[in-house]
């Protein structure tokens, strides 16, 4: 496994121990859908042109617009208008488009009906196209009427002469309204909501690349503690020097071709390294005796795992006492101290076994020379399922095969 792989398995792992953190992932990652959804609806509909007609009255309008033009009135008894000496109307229409809405209105056309005969004499405030029987009028920019904002007004007008008064006039207003989120307090409250939870993300996020830069440091200590005391077990007999730290890595290769996850793989390398520090209560004489050892020197010799299950009894380091103690159990119930079988046997344990008992075959002892390669293998094959535990002999073998353990 990579340690980009370890990275992820690790964040992975923290999200889901951490319901704090992985709630505040889902509602921001749901408040970012919803927020982008809602932006790509707003999108759409400020693209569409909505359309509003009245026919027949001087003022209308619906829930979102108004438009009112007034009659050319002065006051209630004057008139805003002229009579020509040739008879024609001259008169001033003043016309007032109300935005009642929570949104701005461009890019808006108004279309009125006029006189056939109508002269548009001038205008304010807007752009006049005639044609006979319709006046076409758009906002313009520099007197600010291309853009009715929201709850606001334009006023815009026109003189016109024509054989009559006009006092009322069908219209058709046209234009967009520009849909403004912010103005909305559900997408507030998303905005706020994805806010708060990415806060949360990025503090936990910062605590735990704290945290984990912390528990390498840790790590390191643990391990260089844990290798200055595999040394010392391993200098009693010159023939398992390193003998600690090499079951101590085979073990963790072990773990890991059997698929167990970065921590138990860090804790079984622990274990590896310190199984047998029972041995330093173990008679010098004992361990590094080059004959066969008698029966009482071999019950000593098997105390080793009683003594290192209560020298490690209250080490914080998850199953170490059971590996220490269970290390020589065997598969079939044979084994020692206390004659477990199969799944009985802690499977921390059952990984050291394999461990230990290749490291012993792949090297020099005092009672005989290093095993070849192919009776190692043999040896492995033949006690799989009797003194060692199938899977994790498959798992070596495997390892073996792929020349990930050397020989």
Same mark, same amino acid.
């Given at each position: +496994?990579?340690?980009?792989?370890?990275?992820? @398995?690790?964040?992975?792992?923290?999200?889901?121990?951490?319901?704090?953190?992985?709630?505040?992932?889902?509602?921001?990652?749901?408040?970012?859908?919803?927020?982008?959804? $809602?932006?790509?609806?707003?999108?759409?509909?400020?693209?569409?042109?909505?359309?509003?007609?009245?026919?027949?009255?001087?003022?209308?309008?619906?829930? /979102?617009?108004? #438009?009112?033009?007034?009659?050319?009135?002065?006051?209630?008894?004057?008139?805003?208008?002229?009579?020509?000496?040739?008879?024609?109307?001259?008169?001033?229409?003043?016309?007032?488009?109300?935005?009642?809405?929570?949104?701005? %209105? #461009? &890019?808006?056309?108004?279309?009125?009906?006029?006189?056939?005969?109508?002269?548009?004499?001038?205008?304010? &405030?807007?752009?006049?196209?005639? *044609?006979?029987?319709?006046?076409?009028?758009?906002?313009?920019?520099?007197?600010?009427?291309?853009?009715?904002?929201?709850?606001?007004?334009? /006023?815009?007008?026109?003189?016109?002469?024509?054989?009559?008064?006009?006092?009322?006039?069908?219209?058709?207003?046209?234009?967009?309204?520009?849909?403004?989120?912010?103005?909305?307090?559900?997408?507030?409250?998303?905005?706020?909501?994805?806010?708060?939870?990415?806060?949360?993300?990025?503090?936990?996020?910062?605590?735990?690349?704290?945290?984990? $830069?912390?528990?390498?440091?840790?790590?390191?200590?643990?391990?260089?503690?844990?290798?200055?005391?595999? @040394?010392?077990?391993?200098?009693?007999?010159?023939?398992?020097? +390193?003998?600690?730290?090499?079951?101590?890595?085979?073990?963790?290769?072990?773990?890991?071709?059997?698929? %167990?996850?970065?921590? %138990?793989?860090?804790?079984?390398?622990?274990?590896?390294?310190?199984?047998?520090?029972?041995?330093?209560?173990?008679?010098?004489?004992?361990?590094?005796?080059?004959?066969?050892?008698?029966?009482?020197?071999?019950?000593?010799?098997?105390?080793?795992?009683?003594?290192?299950?209560?020298?490690?009894? @209250? %080490? &914080?380091?998850?199953?170490?006492?059971?590996?220490?103690?269970?290390?020589?159990?065997?598969?079939?119930? *044979?084994?020692?101290?206390?004659?477990?079988?199969?799944?009985?046997?802690?499977?921390?344990?059952?990984?050291?076994? #394999?461990?230990?008992?290749?490291?012993?075959?792949?090297?020099?002892?005092?009672?005989? /020379?290093?095993?070849?390669?192919?009776?190692?293998?043999?040896?492995?094959?033949?006690?799989?399922?009797?003194?060692?535990?199938?899977?994790?002999?498959?798992?070596?073998?495997?390892?073996?095969?792929?020349?990930?353990?050397?020989?």
């Amino acid at each position: +496994m990579t340690k980009k792989d370890r990275y992820k @398995n690790n964040l992975l792992s923290f999200i889901s121990r951490n319901r704090f953190f992985s709630t505040a992932l889902v509602i921001c990652f749901l408040s970012l859908f919803i927020i982008s959804a $809602r932006l790509i609806h707003v999108y759409i509909q400020n693209k569409n042109f909505v359309d509003f007609s009245k026919e027949g009255l001087v003022s209308s309008g619906n829930k /979102k617009l108004d #438009v009112l033009m007034e009659i050319p009135l002065k006051n209630e008894t004057e008139k805003n208008c002229w009579q020509e000496e040739s008879g024609i109307w001259g008169s001033q229409y003043d016309i007032t488009i109300i935005n009642t809405s929570d949104y701005a %209105f #461009v &890019n808006w056309t108004l279309v009125m009906k006029i006189p056939e005969e109508g002269r548009i004499d001038s205008s304010w &405030n807007a752009d006049y196209f005639q *044609t006979p029987g319709q006046l076409t009028i758009t906002g313009i920019d520099k007197a600010f009427t291309k853009t009715i904002h929201p709850h606001n007004s334009i /006023k815009i007008g026109y003189v016109l002469y024509s054989n009559n008064l006009m006092e009322s006039s069908s219209f058709y207003l046209s234009g967009r309204f520009l849909r403004n989120p912010l103005r909305e307090i559900d997408f507030v409250i998303l905005l706020f909501a994805s806010g708060i939870s990415l806060i949360v993300i990025l503090v936990s996020l910062f605590f735990y690349q704290k945290l984990r $830069r912390q528990a390498i440091v840790d790590n390191e200590k643990i391990e260089s503690l844990l290798k200055l005391c595999a @040394n010392f077990i391993d200098t009693r007999d010159e023939y398992t020097k +390193m003998h600690s730290t090499h079951v101590g890595s085979y073990s963790r290769q072990i773990a890991a071709e059997m698929g %167990f996850d970065d921590d %138990f793989q860090k804790n079984i390398y622990y274990m590896g390294m310190m199984h047998d520090v029972g041995k330093v209560l173990i008679p010098r004489e004992i361990l590094c005796k080059a004959g066969k050892l008698n029966e009482e020197e071999w019950k000593e010799m098997k105390r080793h795992t009683n003594y290192g299950g209560d020298i490690l009894a @209250n %080490f &914080n380091v998850p199953g170490i006492h059971d590996a220490a103690l269970h290390h020589h159990e065997r598969y079939d119930g *044979t084994g020692y101290p206390d004659g477990l079988r199969g799944e009985e046997i802690p499977i921390q344990a059952r990984i050291i076994a #394999v461990a230990d008992s290749f490291d012993a075959m792949n090297t020099n002892r005092s009672y005989r /020379k290093q095993l070849p390669r192919d009776v190692i293998i043999s040896e492995l094959t033949k006690n799989r399922g009797i003194q060692f535990d199938p899977e994790v002999t498959d798992a070596l073998l495997n390892l073996l095969q792929r020349n990930e353990l050397s020989i």
